[in-house]
Nanobody, 119 residues
Framework: QVQLVESGGGLVQAGGSLRLSCAASGRTFSLYNMGWFRQAPGKEREFVAALSWKGGNKYYADSVKGRFTISRDNAKNTVYLQMNSLNPEDTANYYC????????????WGQGTQVTVSS
């Protein structure tokens, strides 16, 4: 059973940057295409970025394209999300999980990491 632990969130001013990490337990992690999601209060979870298990193919939602960069280090069982030029609309709890475009089931969701962007 793969467990996911997200970290790296915090409070940042508009225009600032944060780097999120998603550490996974379990040897099968490196076989999955992984993604980042976010959920703001009162809103549905939004899929924002994904990359293939080798890290080559990447996908970004229009709302984050050009500002966010997803990457992974399979040796460390970790997926990253570099977020630049943050704006208040990016405020949400951020989670990682399997790429929903490829898989119909999810790993157990972690607690997420809160990102708050002040204007």
């Amino acid at each position: 059973q793969v467990q996911l632990v997200e970290s790296g969130g915090g409070l940042v001013q508009a225009g600032g940057s944060l780097r999120l990490s998603c550490a996974a337990s379990g040897r099968t992690f490196s076989l999955y295409n992984m993604g980042w999601f976010r959920q703001a209060p009162g809103k549905e979870r939004e899929f924002v970025a994904a990359l293939s298990w080798k890290g080559g193919n990447k996908y970004y939602a229009d709302s984050v394209k050009g500002r966010f960069t997803i990457s992974r280090d399979n040796a460390k069982n970790t997926v990253y999300l570099q977020m630049n030029s943050l704006n208040p609309e990016d405020t949400a709890n951020y989670y990682c999980n399997k790429d929903p475009r490829l898989y119909s089931d999810y790993l157990t969701w972690g607690q997420g990491t809160q990102v708050t962007v002040s204007s």
